[in-house]
């Protein structure tokens, strides 16, 4: 069982910022495509930033010029930094970690246990 441990979640006012981090399994890292995804309240979990294992990111519409994914080989270890917080953006937070496994898209993907982000005054 792959292990994503997350950190960094909290209380935050409204344009505020937080980090978080998910560390992964120096077995896995290097080679799997790290993600955030959130799920708030009576809401699907959704696609929040992503980036492959060679670096390139895509970001869903309403965080793009506010959040930034990064991933640090290193250490491994992914980062979503969140800027100018709105309310909106309280939800709980989850890593994921995928690697693409046929040519035909069947992947393995695994998930972190979440961190809880609130943003409210």
């Known amino acids: 069982q792959v292990q994503l441990v997350e950190s960094g979640g909290g209380l935050v006012q409204p344009g505020g910022s937080l980090r978080l981090s998910c560390a992964a399994p120096?077995?896995?890292?290097?080679?799997?495509?790290m993600a955030w995804f959130r799920q708030a309240p009576e809401n699907e979990r959704e696609l929040v930033a992503a980036i492959t294992s060679g670096g390139t990111t895509n970001y869903a519409d309403p965080v793009k010029g506010r959040f930034i994914i990064s991933r640090d080989n290193a250490k491994n270890t992914v980062y979503l930094q969140m800027n100018d917080l709105k309310p909106e953006d309280t939800a709980v937070y989850y890593c994921n970690a995928r690697r693409t496994i046929s040519v035909e898209g069947a992947y393995v993907e695994h998930w972190g246990q979440g961190t809880l982000v609130t943003v409210s005054s």
């Open positions: 120096r077995s896995i890292f290097s080679e799997w495509g």
